[in-house]
T-cell receptor, first 114, second 113 residues
Framework: DTGVSQDPRHKITKRGQNVTFRCDPISEHNRLYWYRQTLGQGPEFLTYFQNEAQLEKSRLLSDRFSAERPKGSFSTLEIQRTEQGDSAMYLC????????????FGNGTRLTVT | AQSVTQLDSHVSVSEGTPVLLRCNYSSSYSPSLFWYVQHPNKGLQLLLKYTSAATLVKGINGFEAEFKKSETSFHLTKPSAHMSDAAEYFCVVTTDSWGKFQFGAGTQVVVTP
């Protein structure tokens, strides 16, 4: 179990630029989740996958956000035309499907939009 | 629908004294409940989970939580706080049929010497 890894750890970008984050889940986990966390708040659900299928997207996720998990392994989250309000910590987590298995989190990618 | 309410946004305790973090939930189905801890600039770490077995759940680092269905509560306790317990704590609910995990707003714990 090498844990969930996220890349990069930090990203600073200018407003209007596109950014892409990567998440590598625990290898045997078939569910993968993306959350967003702003200062002083709990994580907010963005989207999740079971294998390569994206099962649900939050209404918080505007059309500028897209996530993929092409082979059911790693996932990418892309934000197009970034805005200052996109500045946040983006957390990835993975889990098994069986019996309400807990989420295992990566250390997150902190995005700052200037 | 599922929701989670953490009743205290900040808790301050002295080292060596008990810690109580309160969590209430609502769920249309039999829930699974979790507590996570987040230290500064770190990801979230699982402390403990309740999945309809024993109502008193023991976790890591001396924490435990009790599921009370009648009160729809899942409060987290520790008998004696340590300086390393200073962190943010999140109560989380999910169900088998739902697949999503709903987080509370968090409780910031400060431990004073």
């Amino acid at each position: 179990d090498t844990g969930v890894s996220q890349d990069p750890r930090h990203k600073i970008t200018k407003r209007g630029q596109n950014v892409t984050f990567r998440c590598d889940p625990i290898s045997e986990h078939n569910r993968l989740y993306w959350y967003r966390q702003t200062l002083g708040q709990g994580p907010e659900f963005l989207t999740y996958f079971q294998n390569e299928a994206q099962l649900e997207k939050s209404r918080l996720l505007s059309d500028r956000f897209s996530a993929e998990r092409p082979k059911g392994s790693f996932s990418t989250l892309e934000i197009q035309r970034t805005e200052q309000g996109d500045s946040a910590m983006y957390l990835c987590a993975s889990s098994l499907t069986v019996g309400n298995s807990p989420l295992h989190f990566g250390n997150g990618t902190r995005l700052t939009v200037t | 629908a599922q929701s989670v309410t953490q009743l205290d946004s900040h808790v301050s305790v002295s080292e060596g004294t008990p810690v109580l973090l309160r969590c209430n939930y609502s769920s249309s189905y039999s829930p699974s409940l979790f507590w996570y801890v987040q230290h500064p600039n770190k990801g979230l770490q699982l402390l403990l989970k309740y999945t309809s077995a024993a109502t008193l759940v023991k976790g890591i680092n001396g924490f435990e939580a009790e599921f009370k269905k009648s009160e729809t509560s899942f409060h987290l306790t520790k008998p004696s706080a340590h300086m390393s317990d200073a962190a943010e704590y999140f109560c989380v609910v999910t169900t088998d049929s739902w697949g999503k995990f709903q987080f509370g707003a968090g409780t910031q714990v400060v431990v004073t010497p």
